[in-house]
């Protein structure tokens, strides 16, 4: 096993001097350290983190979000954007949590600092619809591609408030077929079902 | 009879027998031994279900469903495509092919109720260089059915047939020019008469005859230079082809490997002869001709024999192509540039060249 | 034929909208043989230079995030099986392990094992899967043949342990729900081992010296070290530029400090480093089952706890406490305590990393599969940029994208 070399103290205190107040609350877990900031320090804060020579949190393993609205006793905002860093050199994990209103989602994209983080802001802005400012599809497409659904999708679904089961509306054919639709099925009637007297789904 | 009656119905059954029963025969054969080949090759079982009339036999018949399930398949002509084009390509592919059987001999020449009779359908003084240009018009095959058809996976399929086939020709030309060298003759049926009692042309070119096979199985655009109808990259020139119109391509593919098959035989592999070094047919016919007393009779049973030879040798080499074929990768466009150009090209200059110096030492 | 395929210049074009002179647009699109797993891949391309790309993916989303909101715990483990459906063992373990750390349970010894024993399992049929797919993929039918029956046999037997061959569903919160069957090991040992190595052996013969798969694999699809880190790529692709990062390495898990293996890392970052990676690992796959079943115990594989794990039917049907325990489970599911953690396991194809937030009740409140083979697509369109249209190909297939997992 690669010894660890840093611990959550070591970390909070290179993110104080980074960010003043960026840390709203240390949470240590034996294996699973995890920090809340807040949502304007998080560029910042990460960027310390990759480019500190002493942190050198080089993977960003996974940047995601959670929607907390019907959580019982929270007191926070909605959503919570979750970034999952490593580092090699100390074999460190640690984890980062911004929370992110309701009202306005929105918070400063990493897509610089990290090349994955395109991916995965698209991912969360597809789920959640949290806006990341700065994200490169803004200036190539003027607004961020949905990644997993297909152009034309409503919502977001991964919200709360998005039903399981929810229909979405359907879309045109880009070319539209120029023959007639198929007649519906007419169903004939056989002895047998005259025997049995089974008369479900036909029309007489 | 007069002679030019015999001829051509010399020339009738020539066809019926060499082209239509043996060479399409054997394409049509090697659609399926190219499954059970590869089947057996893999550790599986392979087609075994076509019967005719509850006799299975192997699976053969399954040659037989395919053409006609091909036959029987909606024809889809994009709409954009262009249609003269589309519907040449497929005609292009195949008839050069077909027409090209017609130039390799599978026996001597005998006299057959009177008349000369030679076992080559056209005996042509320019011989194989009539195939040669054949081969390079059934070029236009391939690159006419991905440029017709609107698609552009199809136009990648056609660039690189072109480019890779322009590559290989220039080398088999080059390596055939070392066996007219020693064989002294452009026709293949004085190459298949001059191989009796000789030394085949495989101990007097063995650079050479791997050459031509290499360049050769790149003519026929197999693996691993396939990558024109390279199946899981970019589909092929054929893309946009369905039904018949796509198994004339791929008939036209069989019948190349058995023509392969043929040119090898007819100048590496001593023809119809039984032995290198030893002329058996000669004396065979001769003997034939005293107990006998027919030439006609002894004509044939000789021919038969040589065709039977032959046929052996070409299918043979039909069954090491489709080896080669399922054990190998597929090359990718630029290397297969390199290799023609820059390996291929060279070694057959360097063939030839050792060849004049040792003709004249 | 000269050692080093040259490539072009390495002209990466962020922009796919403004088309440079002279290029054309080919969609390698979803309906693809060499697409497997679904990937729509937006070429524009130079002749046969590759100047632009643009992936789209999203083909296989199912919402399996959205659905484990809605099910207990253990209804979850089906739908893990359905990530990496080629390794669903391994899938399923990290799951219910990730749920167990965060409770703080401690399975029986025999559970761990037996776990680690079909995860890698699973390790050896994902390689065998996606050597052979990027070989058939290049035109080298025979080799898939060989590498698909080698699986057949790992699948064989995961179908005597559990009932199914790729959605085995072995593992919940507390245990494994099926132990190894009598005779497995002689079977493992006398039967299916020796035929694999044979048949891994056969197909490294047909290609790995081959000059052909060497020019079509060596020098493409490279992406140097530090960008494979930027896009936090883990697993082969990430050994083979030159890291040697293993889980089970680094933080080991379960019981892998007892074991003793190697970890192959590669030089260049390219394909053929990844291929020779993988047919590595497979071999150290196959020398852990043999330790592992050398070191496993007797006992239980099930947690002896009724509140975490499922009490055995005759407990259910005879006394009236499992049955309560039962239907509790079954209705309510474990009661996992509030907060949350992420928990990782190497999966063939690097991390696997479970994120889950509990809010106290047996219904997850958040489940975030983080997938390995996403930041490898991610990456995808810069290591194919600069190569030409054949070399996507290879590229593709060694990535070793799985849809169901990319996009659960």
């Known amino acids: 096993m690669k010894p660890i070399t840093l611990n959550l103290d070591k970390v909070a205190q290179a993110l104080e001097k980074a960010a003043k107040d960026a840390i709203v609350e240390k949470i240590p877990v034996e294996g699973d350290d995890h920090l809340v900031v807040k949502a304007d320090q998080v560029h910042k804060l990460l960027e310390t983190l990759k480019n500190d020579k002493n942190l050198q949190f080089n993977f960003l393993t996974d940047l995601t979000a ?69 994200h490169p599809d803004l200036e190539k497409h003027g607004k961020i591609q949905r990644l997993l659904m297909y152009e034309g999708f409503e919502g977001h679904p991964l919200r709360k408030d998005y039903p399981l089961k929810k229909h979405q509306p359907t879309i045109e054919l880009r070319t539209p077929i120029e023959t007639e639709p198929d007649p519906p099925y007419q169903w004939t009637k056989t002895e047998k079902i005259e025997q049995y007297g089974l008369t479900d789904g036909l029309d007489d | 009879m007069n002679e030019l009656a015999i001829q051509i119905i010399a020339t009738v059954v020539k066809f019926g027998v060499l082209v239509l029963g043996f060479a399409l025969g054997l394409a049509g054969l090697l659609t399926w031994q190219e499954r059970k080949q590869s089947s057996y090759m893999q550790d599986r079982i392979g087609p075994n279900r076509a019967a005719i009339m509850g006799i299975r036999l192997w699976g053969l018949p399954h040659f037989l469903a395919d053409g006609i399930k091909m036959i029987f398949k909606e024809d889809v002509i994009p709409d954009n495509a262009n249609k003269f084009l589309f519907h040449l390509a497929p005609i292009l592919g195949l008839s050069m092919v077909l027409i090209s059987l017609a130039m390799v001999p599978f026996g001597g020449t005998f006299n057959l109720f009177g008349a000369d009779v030679p076992m080559i359908i056209a005996p042509i003084s320019e011989g194989i260089l009539l195939i040669f240009a054949l081969s390079g018009l059934s070029i236009y095959g391939g690159v006419l059915a991905g ?107 069989f019948v190349e490997i058995v023509l392969l098959g043929m040119l090898l035989t007819t100048m590496f592999f001593g023809s119809y002869h039984v032995l290198p070094w030893v002329d058996v047919w000669t004396p065979v016919h001769a003997w034939l001709v005293q107990t006998l007393g027919n030439t006609t009779l002894a004509g044939l049973i000789t021919a038969a024999g040589q065709f039977a030879v032959f046929a052996t040798k070409v299918a043979f080499f039909c069954f090491i192509q489709l080896a080669v074929r399922w054990t190998l990768p597929r090359f990718r466009y630029d290397q297969v540039m390199r290799f023609g150009w820059l390996f291929l090209l060279p070694l057959s200059l360097l063939n030839l060249i050792v060849t004049a110096v040792v003709m004249l030492l | 034929m000269s050692e080093e395929t040259t490539k072009s210049q390495t002209t990466v074009v962020e922009d796919v909208g403004t088309v440079p002179a002279e290029a054309f647009e080919l969609q390698l699109g979803p309906s693809h043989p060499a697409m497997h797993g679904i990937v729509k891949l937006d070429t524009i391309a130079e002749g046969e230079l590759v100047v632009g790309m643009n992936a789209t993916i999203g083909y296989l989303h199912r919402g399996m995030e959205k659905m484990c909101e809605h099910r207990t715990w253990d209804q979850n483990v089906v739908f893990t099986d359905r990530l990496n459906y080629v390794s669903p063992t391994l899938n399923n373990a990290a799951y219910c392990a990730a749920i167990e750390k965060h409770m703080g349970i401690t399975l029986p010894e025999r559970a761990v094992w037996v776990r680690m024993i079909v995860s890698e399992m699973g390790r050896v049929a994902d390689h065998l899967t996606c050597v052979t797919a990027s070989a058939m993929e290049l035109g080298g039918f025979t080799h898939f043949f060989y590498y698909i029956k080698a699986r057949e046999l790992i699948y064989f037997m995961f179908e005597k342990i559990c009932g199914a061959r790729v959605t085995t569903s072995m593992s919940r919160v507390g245990g494994q729900a099926f132990d190894l069957y009598d005779g497995f090991e002689k079977e493992w040992r006398e039967d299916v081992e020796p035929q694999i190595r044979e048949l891994i052996e056969d197909g490294s013969k047909l ?103 499922q009490p055995k039917k005759k407990d259910t049907y005879g006394h009236i406490e499992g049955l309560i325990h039962h239907f509790k489970h079954v209705m309510e599911g474990v009661k996992v305590p509030a907060g949350e953690r992420y928990y990782a396991v190497e999966a063939p194809n690097g ?53 169901g997992e990319l996009e659960r």
């Open chain 3, 207 to 309: 290609i790995t010296r081959n000059r052909i798969f060497y020019d079509r694999f060596r020098h493409t699809g490279e992406l140097p070290l530090d960008r494979c880190i930027s896009y936090g790529m883990t697993g082969p692709r990430l050994r083979a530029a030159g890291s040697d990062l293993d889980l089970r390495k680094d933080a080991p898990y379960w019981f892998y400090d007892k074991l003793d293996f190697e970890v192959p890392s590669g030089k260049y970052g390219d394909n053929y480093d990844a291929y020779l990676i993988r047919m590595e690992e497979m071999e150290q796959s196959l020398r852990m089952i043999d330790q592992c079943l050398d070191k496993l115990p007797d006992g239980d594989v099930m947690l002896d706890d009724p509140k975490v794990f």
């Open chain 3, 351 to 403: 991390e696997l990393g479970f994120y889950i937030v509990s809010d106290g009740s047996g219904i997850p409140f958040r489940v975030r599969v983080r997938p390995p083979c996403f930041m490898n697509t991610a990456a995808l369109t810069e290591m194919c940029i600069g190569g030409q249209i054949a070399d996507i190909v290879p590229t593709f297939g060694s990535i070793n994208m799985i849809g």
């Open chain 2, 147 to 253: 440029y017709s058809s609107d698609n552009k996976l199809g136009l990648l399929g056609s660039m690189r047939t072109s480019a890779q086939m322009i590559s290989y020709e220039v080398t088999l030309g080059l390596t055939l020019v070392g066996i007219f060298m020693v064989m002294g003759s452009v026709r293949l049926d004085e190459i298949a008469a001059m191989q009796g009692g000789g030394a085949w042309g495989v101990f007097l070119q063995p650079f050479g005859f791997l050459l031509f096979f290499a360049a050769g199985i790149a003519e026929t655009k197999r693996a691993p230079f396939d990558l024109p109808e390279g199946e899981s990259e970019i589909v092929g020139y054929f893309l946009e082809y369905s039904g018949m119109r796509f198994g004339m391509f791929m008939f036209g593919e």
């Open chain 1, 66 to 134: 959670v929607d907390y609205m019907g959580y019982p006793g929270r007191e926070g905002e909605r959503f919570e954007v979750v970034y999952q860093l490593y580092s090699q050199a100390n074999n460190y994990r640690v984890r980062l949590k911004a929370e992110v209103p309701e009202a306005d989602p929105k918070i400063r994209s990493i897509a610089d600092l990290w090349a994955n983080a395109d991916w995965l802001e698209r991912e969360v802005w597809d789920m959640y619809g949290i806006l990341f400012e700065g």
